[in-house]
């Protein structure tokens, strides 16, 4: 905590306030936030632990400036990040959100990037967040006005839930081409600990982003294409997908035919083999849904949707 606290106050940017709710913790976390003497630092409790959702949302409905940069106890702000974050938000036709990329450090290491523009993420939305919970800065208005709004309904998985909202309600979406946050990774974070209940409520979000994209499809269809998007590891031929709807037409992993592929007008959905198992039924025009759980089918899909927005 007293890490985040003076990452914040270090990071060069004089013009600020910070909120932090304690959700009814029973560590130092109190005490440490009152060692730290500073003007622009307000300490809320909650009479009870909430939950990480509603602690945010209480924390939403404390803000009092025009833009909020979102940081947890355990991370740390790269120095430089809430200036070069607002000069991205105050320009004519920028973005209303904008993340960036983050340093992972703890037990395990290395830098993530995403997606950097509106177009991409929002095709990214299918697969995943696209913008790191405590990379992010935004103007606050749409939180006031109710357009968006953390989902206690979308459960481990709110954050995603917040982007697909803003996708859905027109906000623009951004990430900076640099590190803005230091990611600490241990073994009590909530990926490693809801681990499941994350994949889970993340399946929910994405079948409201594929009710989006592909309006065309049955349910069924929908539901179809998400489960395979959210499969792990391997290669996975989902047979019980609907075959008239989806049908492989290139050949053969890293073979570069991406342009042979796209999106349709009466809404089916080309998507090329992606792995040796499939190519003499590619090369056949035979029909199915292939997926590596590798960065290839993510890659693909993303290019495609990006040419389509």
């Known amino acids: 905590m007293r890490e985040a606290i003076e990452s914040v106050l270090d990071n060069g940017f004089a013009d600020l306030e910070i909120i932090v709710v304690d959700d009814g913790s029973t560590d130092e976390t109190v005490k440490i936030v009152e060692s730290i003497h500073h003007s622009a630092i307000r300490l809320s409790r909650n009479?009870?632990?909430?939950?990480?959702?509603?602690?945010?949302?209480?924390?939403?409905?404390?803000?009092?400036?025009?833009?909020?940069?979102?940081?947890?106890?355990?991370?740390?702000?790269?120095?430089?990040?809430?200036?070069?974050?607002?000069?991205?938000?105050?320009?004519?036709?920028?973005p209303d959100i904008v993340g960036g990329a983050i340093e992972n450090f703890?037990?395990?290491?290395?830098?993530?990037?995403?997606?950097?523009?509106?177009?991409e993420i929002r095709s990214a939305l299918l697969f995943n967040a696209s913008l790191a919970h405590p990379a992010v800065c935004m103007k606050v208005q749409p939180l006031r006005d109710g357009i968006i709004a953390y989902s206690v309904d979308a459960g481990a998985a709110a954050d995603y839930a917040l982007w697909v909202d803003a996708m859905l309600n027109g906000l623009r979406l951004e990430n900076l081409d640099r590190v803005v946050t230091r990611y600490r990774r241990h073994a009590t974070s909530?990926?490693?600990?809801?681990?499941?209940?994350?994949?889970?409520?993340?399946?929910?979000?994405?079948?409201?982003?594929?009710?989006?994209?592909?309006?065309?499809?049955?349910?069924?269809?929908?539901?179809?294409?998400?489960?395979?998007?959210?499969?792990?590891?391997?290669?996975?031929?989902?047979?019980?997908?609907?075959?008239?709807?989806?049908?492989?037409?290139?050949?053969?992993?890293?073979?570069?035919?991406?342009?042979?592929?796209?999106?349709?007008t009466d809404g089916t959905f080309v998507v090329r083999a992606c792995h040796a198992i499939d190519r003499r039924r590619a090369q056949a025009g035979g029909s199915g849904f292939c997926c590596t759980g590798n960065d290839d089918r993510d890659k693909f899909i993303f290019r495609t949707m990006a040419r389509s927005w």
Do not use: W
């Open 47 to 94: 009479a009870k632990n909430l939950g990480v959702v509603e602690t945010r949302r209480r924390g939403v409905s404390l803000l009092r400036g025009r833009y909020v940069a979102l940081l947890d106890q355990d991370d740390i702000a790269v120095k430089g990040r809430f200036e070069a974050q607002v000069e991205r938000l105050e320009t004519a036709g920028g």
């Open 106 to 119: 703890g037990d395990l290491n290395g830098v993530k990037t995403f997606f950097a523009c509106d177009s």
């Open 190 to 264: 909530m990926t490693r600990t809801n681990l499941d209940e994350m994949i889970a409520c993340a399946c929910l979000v994405r079948r409201r982003v594929a009710a989006a994209y592909f309006p065309n499809f049955s349910e069924a269809e929908r539901a179809a294409l998400v489960n395979a998007i959210s499969r792990r590891g391997g290669v996975h031929y989902d047979t019980t997908m609907a075959r008239r709807n989806f049908r492989v037409v290139a050949c053969g992993a890293g073979c570069g035919c991406y342009s042979r592929n796209r999106l349709r």
